[in-house]
C-alpha cells in the first residue's frame, strides 16, 4: 500500500479537467461525436443499460475517485428533456472521500431522476 504522501502527490499528478469540461464533454458525446452504434456501444460500457429507464433515450454514468478526489458525469436523454451534470469532490486531507463515495452515486442519480430534489438544490445553490 502507497503512503498517503504518495497517494495524494500521484493524485495531483493525474490529468485534470473540470466540471463544466465534464458535463460539456458528455453532451458532445450524444450531440456530435458518436454515431447511432457507438452510442448504443457506450450506453453498455458507461452503465448507461443498467441505469436506462422506459422514458430514457440514453443514460450515461461515468464516476472514479482516489483516496482525495470523488467524481462522477452522468448524461440523461428523453424525449423531451436532457440533463448532463458532473460533480467532483477534492478531499485533500482524504478524512471524507471513503463515506462521501458511498453515497455519491446515490445522490447524483436522485439529482438526474427526482426533478423535485433538482429544484430545491437549484434553489439552495442560487439564494
Given at each position: 500500500m502507497l503512503s498517503l504522501r504518495i497517494q495524494s502527490l500521484l493524485t495531483q499528478k493525474m490529468t485534470r479537467s473540470t466540471t463544466n469540461q465534464y458535463?460539456?464533454?458528455?453532451?458532445?458525446?450524444?450531440?456530435?461525436?458518436?454515431?447511432t452504434e457507438e452510442k448504443r456501444l457506450?450506453?453498455?460500457?458507461?452503465?448507461?443499460?443498467t441505469l436506462?429507464?422506459?422514458?430514457?433515450?440514453?443514460?450515461?454514468?461515468?464516476?472514479?475517485?482516489?483516496l482525495f478526489v470523488v467524481t462522477a458525469a452522468l448524461y440523461r436523454k428523453t424525449d423531451t428533456?436532457?440533463?448532463s451534470i458532473s460533480l467532483f469532490i477534492n478531499d485533500l486531507k482524504a478524512e471524507n472521500s471513503h463515506w462521501m463515495g458511498e453515497v455519491f452515486d446515490e445522490f447524483i442519480l436522485t439529482v438526474v431522476a427526482d426533478q423535485n430534489f433538482r429544484q430545491q438544490l437549484i434553489q439552495a445553490f442560487t439564494t
Open positions: 458535463a460539456h464533454f458528455m453532451k458532445r458525446l450524444q450531440d456530435e461525436l458518436l454515431t457506450f450506453s453498455q460500457i458507461v452503465l448507461g443499460e436506462k429507464t422506459e422514458t430514457d433515450q440514453y443514460i450515461w454514468y461515468k464516476g472514479g475517485s482516489t428533456s436532457t440533463i
